[in-house]
């Protein structure tokens, strides 16, 4: 059985695009969202995940979400990523989504309450494909 795009829908979508970007815990900017890439209109997000390298580790929650502008958790929400600890979350990745209805500028954000933390690193993926 075949799993990859092309081959349940050969045609129809070019060979699938990886974009990402690293976020710590100090990173400027990142309450609002760090840029991963822009999807075309007509993309389907296949997956997104995040690698957690370093424990995030603020007092009371660590969130990291990852969206595009207007919508910070439209494939992954505080719920998928397990910021305290070292690993790729969620397994596999999330997704496939519905066909993007218009370009989208990806983001990785990250947002904390409680004490602030004083460690954590992560690399954000998002992988789509492009319709022909």
């Known amino acids: 059985m075949t799993s990859d795009l092309q081959s349940s829908a050969p045609g129809l979508y070019d ?4 974009v990402g970007a690293d976020i710590a815990f ?9 840029a991963l890439g822009t999807i ?10 995040v690698d957690v390298l370093t424990a995030f580790n603020a007092a009371t929650t660590n969130v990291i979400t990852v969206g595009y502008t207007g919508n ?3 494939y992954l929400g505080a ?12 397994a596999g990745g999330k ?5 993007e209805t218009a370009d989208r500028d990806v983001v990785v954000s990250y947002t904390q309450t409680g004490t602030a933390a ?10 789509y494909a492009r319709v022909r």
């Open 15 to 18: 060979r699938p695009v990886v």
């Open 26 to 34: 100090n990173t400027a900017g990142a309450a609002a969202g760090i």
């Open 40 to 49: 075309p209109a007509g993309s389907v997000v296949t997956r997104a995940w």
């Open 72 to 74: 910070l958790s439209a």
């Open 79 to 90: 719920a998928d990523v397990t910021e305290g600890t070292p690993g790729v979350t969620p």
């Open 95 to 99: 997704g496939p989504f519905p066909a």
């Open 118 to 127: 004083t460690t954590g690193t992560a690399r954000a993926y998002v992988e």
